[in-house]
């Protein structure tokens, strides 16, 4: 038990990063960098959605909130959606949450917006790498979607 | 009686008289002083009780849709704003609607009368000067001390449909809009806005008199009020807070008039334009739209050009 405690105590803080991944591209592209072994950080919680125009802005809003310390959002490229404007439409939104978010005071780098298609394993690694490393930094998710006890007056 | 008055009920009257309408949505004088309240009118006797002046602060546009029936509307700038893109969103039918156009110099900020005296008691409006008497001592103001934070950078005050005009037209500068109150926050840093909003969100009881007097929040099912998924846990702490006014900017996002109808509700006085404003700004600055300037076009959101602008994105 000792032991375990021990170990715990000494690992790296690794950030839980919940990932929207479209399935079209970024999903079979994170499927070709397993394919491929390429190794990248086991942060991410792949989520898979049928495109990036499903993704609901309160999708990322609700995964801040229920303590993901970071959001990762990946799509087709523009021009590539298997529907046509799915993406074209989701970039609006996205670049949305994002000001809005950063305006709040949630730190730039814990939201994180990237086209990946599904020839692009390399890349795929490369940015959950990217995104990791900037998380990490960061640490946990303290900050404005945090409340230590739960009340509304806490400050 | 001033002559816009006299005009809204002629008309009204009229309207109703001639059965071209079964309800004509206005103000009346509310029961609490400098607050008018919104009224419908179903009869000619009713006319009377119309009224228009400086406390008319409520955005009708939003019970237009919830009113059965062919209706006439008396319409600020922001109302008839509010109308285009619920026409555009096809929640209205431009048919049904009579809109009675009035410009509008802009409403009373009461939390900042109440800041200063109190309770309003009693209070009297004449020739843009407003006497006030309040628990805690009396004063007159200017109305344009006492101007709302939406009306003091409105760029639309005349409204921008309408079927018939009452009074005169406003002039108004045709500069591109001004965002100085949005750049004023975001020249702060990063933890000088989260303690910001943190405070804001703190005093946020989630009444949802922000959703439910706002013109374009009408969902049939709230998200906040969804059960699967339930995307609130039902307490309230600013996270919780924040998740909901987070989420109700993002659906407002492009479609936004800025009529400043949620933060007059608000009992709370939390700045939830601060929200709606940087939004506002962003769809400016980055798709140069402005929403409901016309029936015709789409709500920002809705549209996308090949060329949008892709800051947002990862470096890798």
């Known amino acids: 038990m000792g032991e375990i405690q021990v170990e715990t105590e000494n690992k790296k803080y690794e950030p839980k990063i919940a990932a929207f991944l479209c399935n079209w591209c970024s999903y079979a592209g994170a499927d ?18 049928p495109c990036s125009g499903r993704i609901n802005p309160l999708y990322v809003l609700k995964a801040m909130a229920n303590g993901a310390d970071g959001v990762l959002v990946s ?17 609006r939104k996205f670049a949305l949450i994002k000001s809005l978010l950063n305006h709040v005071g949630l730190e730039e780098d814990r939201i994180s917006f990237s086209w990946v298609s599904a020839a692009e394993g390399g890349r795929f690694a490369e ?29 | 009686m001033n002559k816009i008055i006299n005009d809204i009920r002629e008309t009204a009257r009229q309207l109703l008289a001639e059965g071209k309408v079964d309800v004509v949505i206005g103000y009346e004088k509310g029961s609490l002083p400098l607050k008018a309240t919104p009224c419908f009118v179903h009869s000619s006797e009713g006319v009377d009780s119309l009224i228009w002046d400086e406390t008319c602060e409520n955005n009708l546009a939003t019970y237009v849709a919830k009113t059965p029936g062919k209706k006439a509307i008396v319409a600020k700038g922001c109302d008839s704003r509010a109308l285009a893109v619920l026409l555009q969103e096809n929640q209205i039918v431009r048919d049904d609607l009579y809109i009675i156009g009035v410009s509008c110099h802009g409403v009373i900020d009461q939390r900042k009368i109440g800041a200063e005296v109190g309770e309003i008691l009693e209070a009297s409006i004449s ?10 001592g009396d004063k007159e103001y200017l109305f344009t001390e006492v101007k ?10 005349n409204p921008v ?59 049939q099912e709230c998200f906040v ?20 006014q987070a989420g109700r900017v993002m659906h407002l996002a492009g479609r936004c008039v800025d009529c400043g109808a949620c933060s007059r509700a608000c009992p709370q006085g939390v700045d939830i334009r601060a929200l709606n404003r940087k939004m506002t700004k962003d769809v400016y600055v980055m798709y140069n739209h402005e929403s409901g300037i016309s029936e015709e076009g789409k709500p920002a959101l809705n549209e996308y050009s090949a060329n949008d602008p892709e800051q947002f994105l990862v470096k890798e």
């Not at chain 1, 070709?32 to 959605?49: D, S």
């Not at chain 1, 490229?77 to 074209?88: E, L, M, Q, V």
């Not at chain 2, 009074?167 to 750049?183: K, L, N, P």
């Not at chain 2, 009020?225 to 909901?244: H, M, Q």
């Open chain 1, 32 to 49: 070709l960098a397993g394919v491929g072994r390429i190794q990248y950080p086991a942060t991410i919680r792949t989520i898979r959605v």
């Open chain 1, 75 to 91: 799509g087709c490229h523009p021009g590539d959606c298997h529907y046509i404007s799915g993406n074209y439409v989701a970039r």
């Open chain 2, 161 to 219: 449909m309408e079927d018939l005009h009452i009074g005169d037209t406003i002039e108004v500068s045709q500069e591109a809009a001004a965002f100085a109150d949005v750049e004023a926050l975001e020249s702060k840093s990063d933890s000088e806005r989260q303690e910001y909003f943190k405070e804001q969100m703190s005093k946020c009881i989630r009444c949802y008199a922000c959703r439910n007097a706002c013109p374009l929040c009408y969902c």
């Open chain 2, 225 to 244: 009020d969804c059960n699967s998924p339930r995307w609130l846990t039902g307490g309230v702490n600013r996270a919780e807070n924040l998740l909901f």
């Open chain 2, 148 to 157: 709302d934070a939406t009306c003091q950078t409105c760029r639309y005050p």
């Open chain 1, 127 to 155: 940015v959950v790498k990217g995104v990791t490393e900037r998380v990490s930094a960061l640490g946990p998710n303290n900050g404005i979607f945090k409340v230590v006890d739960g009340g509304a007056a806490d400050e």
């Open chain 2, 127 to 136: 020739d843009g000067k407003i006497s006030v008497k309040g628990m805690e």
